[in-house]
């Protein structure tokens, strides 16, 4: 049976990794080692034109940093494990110059295909070190996406509130884009993207720019449960509130308008809190109903009330139904 060869089983340890790269000693004077009638050594003037190669002082060769660290396939073992130190035939034994280099035994190994994959491991975990992973690249972009679309988002909930707080009607009567007028909310999304280019970008999307009237409609949901949850949270706040409803027909509906009266820092706040339909009965029991369902469905019916206004509707008044 074939013997071990203890020179191929032990490896240097005084070769980079691949935190420190490749280690490139520059020495004074290299070990000598005699052939025929010459004695020769490594040159520091190698490193200039492979940068791959790295020098070992305990073993006195050189080997390749990209095969011995990112190797998975069988190479030749000269520049992985033994280390070349014929340092004879390292310059080529024909020509000169440049040709001479070209067949010298390094340049063979540069040229060889598993080293060319290998220099392209080694690049990509250089650049992966410098700019992150493809994971970490992608997670990247993907994170400054979600931002860019949260503002882009934010940016439409301010038009949407600017809108509310004028009073403006959102939506046009046309508003495809060979509209003369799109609607006040269209409008101010075109003033926008005049004079914002980020926002520009998202808005000249088609079919993902979130101007669509259902989106307008799930915004501006959002925005009035936001107002709610804050008034409910003031009313718990406070310990008590008066009650304000009036009915009004829309069409042909009937909505019960409820709006609370509270105090705040000693100051007082009158607020509109929702629509109730009450179009299939408008007596006492089924206004009372739907008054007792609106406060339990948002958390106050606990809260005490100090007062009540409807507007002189008799069919509220009394202890039980109106006289």
């Not at 130190?85 to 001479?100: E, H, L, P, V």
């Not at 540069?110 to 992973?133: D, T, V």
């Amino acid at each position: 049976m074939k013997q071990p060869n203890k020179e191929v089983d032990c490896m240097p340890t005084d070769l980079g990794d691949l935190q420190s790269g490749p280690i490139r000693p520059k020495l004074q004077v290299y070990p000598k080692t005699k052939f025929g009638n010459q004695n020769r050594a490594f040159s520091a003037v190698w490193y200039e034109y492979f940068d791959w190669l790295e020098y070992s002082i305990e073993k006195d060769a050189i080997f390749c940093y990209a095969c011995r660290n990112f190797s998975t396939h069988s190479v030749e073992d000269t520049f992985v494990q033994k280390g070349f130190k014929n340092w004879k035939k390292i310059s080529g034994s024909t020509g000169s110059g440049s040709s001479k280099r070209s067949k010298s035994k390094l340049a063979l190994h540069a040229a060889c295909k598993q080293h060319l994959i290998n220099r392209e491991k080694c690049n990509s975990y250089i650049l992966s070190k410098k700019n992150g992973s493809v994971h970490a690249v992608l997670s990247t972009a993907h994170s400054e996406q979600i931002e860019k679309n949260r503002n882009y988002v934010k940016t439409l909930i301010d038009l949407i509130l600017f809108l509310a707080r004028q009073g403006l009607a959102y939506r046009g009567h046309l508003e495809s884009k060979d509209s003369n007028n799109q609607g006040n909310f269209k409008e101010l999304c075109n003033v926008m993207a005049k004079y914002n280019p980020t926002f520009a970008t998202q808005y000249a999307l088609q079919h993902t720019n979130y101007s669509s009237w259902k989106i307008q409609n799930e915004l501006i949901n959002c925005c009035s449960n936001t107002v709610l949850l804050n008034i409910i949270s003031d009313i718990k706040d406070c310990g008590y509130f008066a009650l304000m409803c009036d009915e009004a027909r829309c069409f042909k509906e009937e909505q019960l308008a409820l709006c609370v009266r509270y105090s705040k820092n000693l100051h007082i706040f009158e607020r509109f809190v929702g629509f109730v339909d009450v179009s299939i009965s408008q007596n006492a029991e089924a206004l009372s109903s739907a008054i007792l369902s609106f406060l339990d469905k948002h958390n106050i019916l606990n809260v005490p009330i100090i007062a009540q206004s409807y507007d002189g509707a008799n069919v509220m008044s009394g202890d039980h139904n109106g006289n």
